[in-house]
């Protein structure tokens, strides 16, 4: 499992377009390495205990009045600014005073200015940050979006996983990630898969080479991130092996504490792959609606009979 313990400030300032207004600090050497932030009324009344200087500290329409009804306002931001935090951003464009940017400044700690409204720049940079900082580890596999639903094609090389995304593609659905796919854990229930930077939007195809999807078919064949729903491994199919045929039961496959629904696929000559996604995604929505199909059947068969699903 791999975890990424920092980003780069200089990552927040592009992700949400902030305005530096301490340009001479050197943003490049600071990272955050918490994906919660803070607003700091409590430390400006003078309250420091349990401070956690390692958040972004964010200044709203309540913080900014509070400061500006003090006659020592400024330097109760100064003490703030004084505590080893990162960096600080202003919302709803407010004005910042020239002593607290120059002290600032002599501190090394950057202030930003956004436009946006307080409580929506939280959550997006909550969000971002969670995403960001999450536990994560690459896989081998294909992540596609298919009705929605985030399936992650496993199996052993060459055996037809990017072929059968190749065709879900041209059938209208979107590709996340070839070859390899990283999976984040972003909350206890949520796992979402990515490509890696560098092969973002390629797919490879044995005896062609490498072709870009996004070139190939357009924007809207591409996805940069997508929720994992379910799992389908293919394998060779082998005739001494039992395979379920009712799916009466669930089997799972665990990344990162977290369990998936797998299907277990065997591949025979004839099999269309991209049908059987298709299938297995819309079956996933069902089930999460409510609707088992293969419990139905049994009901079917064996209504009365007091047998417990």
């Known amino acids: 499992m791999e975890e990424k313990d920092k980003v780069a400030l200089t990552e927040l300032v592009e992700k949400f377009s902030l305005k530096n207004l301490t340009p001479d600090v050197d943003i490049s050497s600071i990272y955050i390495t918490k994906p919660d932030i803070n607003r700091p009324a409590l430390q400006l009344a003078g309250f420091m205990k349990d401070f956690d200087k390692e958040r972004v500290q964010i200044i709203g329409n309540v913080e900014h009045s509070y400061m500006q009804g003090l006659e020592d306002g400024i330097e109760r931001m100064k003490k703030v600014l004084g505590l080893g935090i ?132 357009g924007v809207e064949s591409v996805k940069n991130t997508q929720q994992i729903d379910l799992v389908i491994n293919l394998e060779e199919w082998n005739r001494d092996k039992e395979y379920d045929r009712m799916g009466l039961e669930e089997h799972y496959v665990n990344f990162l504490g977290n369990n998936v629904v797998c299907h277990n696929i065997p591949i025979r000559p004839g099999r269309n792959l991209a049908i059987i996604c298709e299938s297995a995604a819309v079956n996933c929505r069902q089930k999460k609606m409510g609707y088992d199909a293969a419990k139905e059947l049994y009901q079917r068969a064996f209504g009365g009979a007091g047998v417990q699903l």
């Open 86 to 217: 990162p960096c600080v951003v202003y919302c709803r464009g407010f004005e910042v005073e020239d002593e607290i940017i120059e002290e600032a400044t002599r501190l090394g700690v950057a202030i930003f200015l956004t436009d946006k409204s307080t409580s929506s720049f939280m959550a997006e940079i909550i969000r971002w940050l969670n995403v960001q900082l999450a536990p994560s580890m690459t896989i081998h596999g294909v992540l596609v979006d298919v009705y929605g639903e985030g399936i992650l094609i496993t199996g052993e090389s060459g055996i037809g996983k990017s072929e059968a995304a190749l065709e879900l593609i041209k059938r209208g659905h979107r590709l996340v990630s070839d070859d390899a796919v990283v999976i984040k854990k972003v909350s206890d229930d949520t796992l979402i898969g990515m490509a890696p930077e560098m092969t973002r939007h390629f797919i490879e195809l044995r005896g062609i080479g490498i072709i870009n999807v996004k070139a190939l078919f």
